[in-house]
């Protein structure tokens, strides 16, 4: 009653957050559609008492542009299709950690016809579901249409979405889902951390070819590896880590000595027109001649390559050295990373922001003295840094 009455005071209110509000119920939401008729945004993230009734409720915001409906762990399928599915404006969506969605949801979203442009699904675990009925609607087999992770249920929107989100749901995405991905031709903005089953250079040119506008690339916390299409990858949705070594095997034919299993994936992003961002944390095989691969990328101005192992000194010098237009560059806990290698960053004279976090083995001295050589740089963040030093050396104002 309390929410009716202050909406009826303004109903021309277009953006509303109901977040983190745990009072808010269904009968909240069923009072919105008649007294917030201009509503455009609605933020319902964290609202753990709504289900699917107060979603059927939502269909009366005719003019609704913007959804947050992150971490409602009530709202299934049903909900989705018979609430979210019937907003004719819906451009942006967040479905994130929605633990009672399936695939079948997915799927009616994407078929809805909406002019959906955002789209963030991570977190989800959308499992091939078993031969069922629900809600009077019948579940497809999806094995066949996940074979590629879940691009294959978003296909219908692949004119559309310029901004997607998939991190950490499973089942990942697959190099034959990597490929799928290029037909989403107004793509810019594409989120795969944690959730692929590792890069391929063949998928991630076929990317490239076709997604020309992409300019924000995460594909963290997973590995990359040159390994032919036909060859078997580790089983969809296992931890990157759990599966390292196998995906190192695939990539190198078995062999005992370390190659650049990463050249071919990073040299293929650097083809990528338009890429602005790319962040590569905690990514397995990186060596100095991926990343200098990278350097061709012409556009790109921002890299994270943080909490990854294989960072070192060597692979600064060899591949970052040759990054002259870097603005912005994460090194956070890469802790076999010493001073040497933080001296060899002086040639990034365009670089504004570097974070050093937890970069045990580098010292405050060392990072004082780069940015007394770099006058662009304002801002360096050092701290878990080695704090043994003869004396700091202050940056003039």
Known sequence: ASLGSASLARPLLVELSLAWCYEATDAWLEVLGAALPSLRALNLSRCSQVTDR????????????TLDLTCLRRVTDAGVKHGVANLPRLRSLSLAACA???????RALARAGLPLERANLSRLKLNPSPRTFTDNMPVADDHGEMADGVVGLLMPLRHR?????????????TDAGIRRLGCFVELRSLNLRGSHTGLTGQGC??????????????????????????????????????????????????ASEPVDVDKAVLGA??????????????????????IRSL??????????IAKTE???????????THMTRLTCLNLQACEAITDQGVASLTTLHSLVMLNLAHCINVTMEAATMLGDQLPALTSIDTSGCSRRCDRLKAKPT
């Open 54 to 65: 107060g979603l059927r409720a939502l269909r009366a915001l005719s003019t609704l542009e």
């Open 295 to 304: 350097s061709r990328a012409v556009q790109l101005t921002t890299l994270s």
């Open 161 to 173: 979405l310029t901004f997607l989100d998939l991190s950490f749901t499973v089942p990942a995405v």
């Open 269 to 290: 992003f650097a083809a990528f027109p338009c890429l602005q961002s790319l962040l590569l944390e905690g990514c397995q095989g990186i060596t100095g001649f991926g």
């Open 205 to 254: 040119a076929a990317l490239g070819r076709l997604a020309r506008q992409l300019s924000t690339m995460d594909v963290s916390e997973g590995w990359l590896t040159q390994a032919s299409p036909v060859q078997a990858l580790p089983p969809v949705g296992l931890n990157p880590i759990e599966v390292r070594d196998e995906a190192f095997a695939l990539a190198t034919g078995g």
């Open 100 to 106: 009672g969605l399936t695939a079948n949801g997915v």
């Open 310 to 320: 294989d960072i070192t000194d060597k692979v600064l010098e060899e591949g970052l």
